[in-house]
């Protein structure tokens, strides 16, 4: 299949282990194989909170409610926005499933629910091995478990450049995350 982009619709649930707070986030993600933008929405309100634009060398975010512009390292700007560092690779191997060759080469181990399981640092990330079942991703950390959800995904999307470009309004801090 050769696949120019991919538009998602997904729920992210980040979910502090120590509080058991759960904080929810719809998400538009428009990817192709160089760059990814998210736009997340608050699940309960529909208020838009924050937009990613990525690509494998550089990571902008808009925190809309802050008026903040972030720049640095997709681990930095992940921790800062769902309190787990995640690397902007493996972002773009989720959206990509099961398409991505990398997640039917990589099954560790099967857990209770047929689903495969791979330690990552400190942390795990599961993913469904056969396609009839839910496109569900959880990445845990030892602090926070991050579930994604992708309700529906587009994999003729085709991708407008304008899409990965990032308008920072001239009212927004800029903070540089190092």
């Not at 760059?35 to 809309?64: D, F, H, W, Y």
């Not at 972002?91 to 080469?105: L, Q, T």
Request: charged letters at 25%.
């Amino acid at each position: 299949m050769n696949i120019k982009g991919v538009f998602s619709k997904a729920v992210v649930e980040v979910k502090d282990l120590k509080t058991n707070e759960i904080h929810a986030l719809d998400l538009n993600i428009y990817a192709s194989f160089a760059k990814m933008r998210i736009e997340s929405k608050a699940t309960m309100l529909g208020i838009p909170v924050a937009v990613i634009v990525a690509s494998q060398e550089k990571v902008e975010a808009l925190l809309l409610r802050d008026k903040t512009y972030l720049v640095g390292p997709s681990e930095k700007i992940f921790k800062r926005l769902i309190r787990t560092p995640l690397k902007i690779g493996l972002i773009f191997k989720v959206v990509y499933h099961p398409e991505d060759p990398f997640f039917r080469k990589r099954c560790g181990q099967l857990n209770a629910e047929g689903r495969c399981w791979l330690k990552m640092g400190q942390g795990t990330i599961e993913w469904p091995v056969r396609d009839d079942q839910p496109k569900v991703f959880i990445i845990k950390s030892p602090d926070y478990e991050v579930t994604w959800t992708f309700n529906s995904s587009d994999f003729n999307w085709q991708p407008d450049p304008a899409v990965f470009e990032l308008k920072v309004p001239s009212t927004f801090e800029k903070e540089v995350l190092n």
